[in-house]
């Protein structure tokens, strides 16, 4: 890591004394400027009122070019997207400049959805692709209020097109990955290490054990609380049922090569080698690994994983996640303290749902950074 990369790490970690923090908040640090934007944004919020004053002043003598340029980049900082679409006196075209970057994740998609009007959500409207991998999106525009009568009948023509029509095909496209042969899978995902080959080719191996439609509909209900039953759509539903009584080797084919409805329920399964293959599904999404970060139903082995994937640990939230989750193993949320905010080492210190052994540890580190500053 270079001099500056390590600066910018200190200051996003919080452990950069208050003149550092300061100097970045005035734009006085030899850090380049798509990095050094995103700085400020956090240190708007720093617990200083001078820094983040300074920050908020830096913020507002960005030129709009500038904005446009950030949020038009191949991976927008997600500080830089929520900044923007939080301020009403900048104009529209960089809110525009968001929603036509096909980079931009769909759960920031998602919450413009739900709360903006007029022209941006038809921007949305017309980015079927994304409607369709993302039907979360679809759910959040259903829900604005401010949609137009054109807007909403727009939307269910959509649904009538091409949601019911993927639904029904859903269950086809299933049936081909459970039955792909061993080679099929590594064309798709070259990466699969040989532990990964290893486990399909022994559960191939393995006499089928068939659960019975009684013994289906208890496993649903130890995976889903009573309150999700009653939101999941009948035509998902059907497929969770009939994941359920997949063979063992058609779930883990499932689980490496499956859609997000299907790794929810996977990632749950009794057998830790499914939930593992959850894991190397090459189209899991930075959301669902926070969503499972949280999970308190899910093996303590499979957050042990993940807490050791170097994935998942960029990921700021999946690591916060993972040492506030009472199931992650000590070890492992005691190794990933260091990698906290000292905000969020103060919080854990204080919360009672946290094993002490953590809280004692999360405790430490905030007093030593307390003392550097």
């Known amino acids: 890591m270079n001099p500056t990369e390590t600066l910018i790490e200190q200051i996003r970690s919080g452990n950069a004394p208050p003149n550092i923090r300061e100097f970045a908040a005035q734009g006085l640090l030899p850090i380049p400027q798509d990095d050094l934007i995103p700085l400020q944004i956090l240190l708007s919020h720093d617990s ?78 017309n980015n079927q692709v994304r409607l369709l991998r993302s039907p979360g999106i679809l759910e959040a525009l259903q829900d604005n209020p401010t949609l137009s009568i054109d807007q909403r009948r727009r939307i269910e023509e959509f649904k009538t097109e091409f949601v019911f029509k993927t639904q029904v095909s859903r269950h086809e496209e299933l049936e081909q990955i459970v039955s792909l042969p061993i080679e099929d899978i590594l064309a798709r995902i070259p990466t699969l290490d040989i532990e990964a080959q290893k486990m399909i080719l022994e559960a191939d191996a393995r006499p089928p054990e068939e659960l019975t439609e009684q013994q289906v509909q208890q496993e649903l209900q130890k995976l889903f609380s009573p309150e999700e039953l009653k939101e999941i759509p009948q035509e998902v539903f059907t497929v969770y049922q009939r994941i359920l009584k997949m063979k063992q080797g058609e779930k883990l084919r499932a689980a490496l090569l499956g859609t997000k409805e299907e790794r929810s329920v996977l990632i749950r399964d009794s057998n830790r080698s499914i939930a593992t293959m959850v894991l190397k599904n090459p189209k899991i999404t930075d959301p669902e690994l926070e969503n499972y970060a949280q999970m308190r139903n899910l093996d303590s082995e499979i957050l042990r994983q993940m807490g050791q994937s170097r994935i998942c640990i960029k990921k700021y939230s999946v690591v916060h996640s993972l040492v506030k989750n009472p199931k992650t193993p000590s070890p492992v949320s005691l190794n990933l303290l260091k990698l906290l905010r000292e905000m969020d080492l103060r919080n854990i210190a204080r919360d009672r749902n946290i094993p002490d052994a953590i809280r004692r540890q999360a405790k430490r580190l905030y007093d030593m950074k307390e003392k550097n500053h």
Do not use: H
Request: glycine content about 2%; proline content about 4%; hydrophobic content about 45%.
């Open 48 to 125: 200083q009122v001078s820094i983040a004053s300074a920050a908020k002043q830096s913020l507002n003598q960005v030129s709009e070019g500038t904005w446009i340029r950030l949020v038009e980049r191949k991976e927008p900082s997600r500080d830089v997207l929520y900044y923007c679409m939080e301020q009403p006196a900048f104009s529209a075209i960089i809110k525009e400049k968001m929603l036509l970057n096909f980079s931009v994740p769909d759960d920031f998609v998602r919450v413009v959805a739900q709360q903006e009007t007029g022209q941006l959500l038809d921007l949305i409207i």
